[in-house]
């Protein structure tokens, strides 16, 4: 038995339930540059606590390579605050649902925090294009043809008409990531066309935050991107509704 002793507190406390009062939990790929920094940004508060982790992901984004990801899905989930409360699990990989499918990354993540609501940003995006009945789309990503074709494929199975597809043809995460802002800005200009509702610019990787404010201050319509969309559902299903200024009109709305 060690003879050392610390001197006990004597005052007392009623434990508070933790840090945040809307806890968001999120799986990143573990070569996503963009994602946690993006939430970091756009968290309105120390109200709101995001916790992170990180899945094994593969170098190059295909649809061979995406559902590789999938066994390592759920064993991330669990690393979550494991005992801790969560109101919504947020995965990020807007390319890797479409392929697996949204029922398939609910399971995996319901695996190890069952009942827990499960954002996704192709279904985070299609609820933000719903509040701007948005049917017509210009849509814009970074991903070569085979990744596209199902995004597409996606959109449309959901009632959407794509006006123009515009793609950088890009397969390797690390050049994703190193897309300068302005790059998208200007890619963005590109893709528009006058007939589409509003512009949706996929993936998770891309740095399309950074430059959503200006692209609707030019377009004159509504512009969703991924990262947008996941943190503006998450904070809605999490109980956070206050408007944030700074990243398109999807984080004003209040409803």
Same mark, same amino acid.
């Given at each position: ?38 939430? *970091?940004? &756009? ?29 390592? *899905? ?10 801790? @409360?969560?109101? !919504? ?9 479409? !392929? &697996? ?112 404010? @200006? ?36 984080? @004003?709305?209040?409803?």
């Amino acid at each position: 038995m060690s003879e050392f002793a610390s001197t006990p507190v004597t005052a007392t406390f009623t434990p508070d339930g933790g840090p945040g009062t809307h806890r968001i939990g999120c799986v990143l790929l573990s070569n996503d540059y963009a994602t946690e920094r993006d939430f *970091i940004n &756009m968290r309105p508060s120390d109200d709101v606590a995001l916790f992170f982790t990180r899945v094994e992901n593969t170098p190059d984004c295909t649809t061979e390579t995406l559902p590789l990801m999938a066994p390592h *899905i759920q064993v991330a989930a669990g690393l979550v605050v494991p005992e801790g @409360r969560l109101d !919504v699990m947020v995965y990020a990989c807007t390319s890797g649902t479409v !392929v &697996m499918g949204y029922d398939r990354i609910c399971e995996l993540i319901h695996a190890t925090r069952p009942g827990v609501k499960v954002v996704t940003p192709i279904t985070a995006s299609l609820a933000a294009l719903a509040t701007f009945d948005a049917r017509k789309l210009a849509v814009l990503t970074p991903y070569t043809d085979d990744v596209n074709a199902a995004i597409a494929g996606h959109l449309e199975s959901k009632g959407h008409e794509i006006n123009a597809f515009t793609s950088f043809g890009i397969e390797d995460n690390e050049v994703m990531a190193a897309l300068p802002p302005d790059a998208i800005y200007q890619a963005a200009l590109e893709a528009d066309r006058p007939e589409a509702d509003a512009l949706f610019i996929s993936c998770t990787a891309i740095r399309a935050v950074d430059v959503v404010e @200006r692209i609707e201050q030019t377009l004159g319509k509504p512009v969703v991107t991924a990262n947008q969309a996941l943190v503006w559902q998450a904070l809605r299903w999490a109980g956070y509704d206050a408007p944030i200024e700074g990243y398109g009109q999807l984080l @004003r709305q209040t409803d």
